[in-house]
Nanobody
């Protein structure tokens, strides 16, 4: 069965960095487009990044230049490297497998001094 497990969230100061991971199982990860989303308290879920089968990436304007998505197919894992973090980046971050509209349970990132 499809399973997505995010990890790596935590408390970080503004300007700091954090790397999130999404461990995937139950599907052909190597052939899968994957997404990162985030949801701040009281806000709608926001698309953050896409990573293609070949590793190409697309980002929301709000994170472009600061976040980098990557994948390690040998580990069935998608990553989101987050640099120059801002308080507005505070949210629960989710990975998504769109073919089955599957979501992880999320990992909380809090950017605060």
């Amino acid at each position: 069965q499809v399973q997505l497990v995010e990890s790596g969230g935590g408390l970080v100061q503004p300007g700091g960095s954090l790397r999130l991971a999404c461990a995937a199982s139950g599907f052909a990860f190597r052939s899968a487009v994957m997404h990162w989303y985030r949801q701040a308290p009281g806000k709608e879920r926001e698309w953050v990044a896409l990573i293609s089968i070949g590793g190409g990436t697309t980002y929301a304007d709000s994170v472009k230049g600061r976040f980098t998505a990557s994948r390690d197919n040998a580990k069935n894992t998608v990553y989101l490297q987050m640099n120059s973090l801002r308080p507005a980046d505070t949210a629960v971050y989710y990975c998504r497998y769109p073919q089955t509209d599957s979501w992880g349970k999320g990992t909380l990132v809090t950017v605060s001094s």
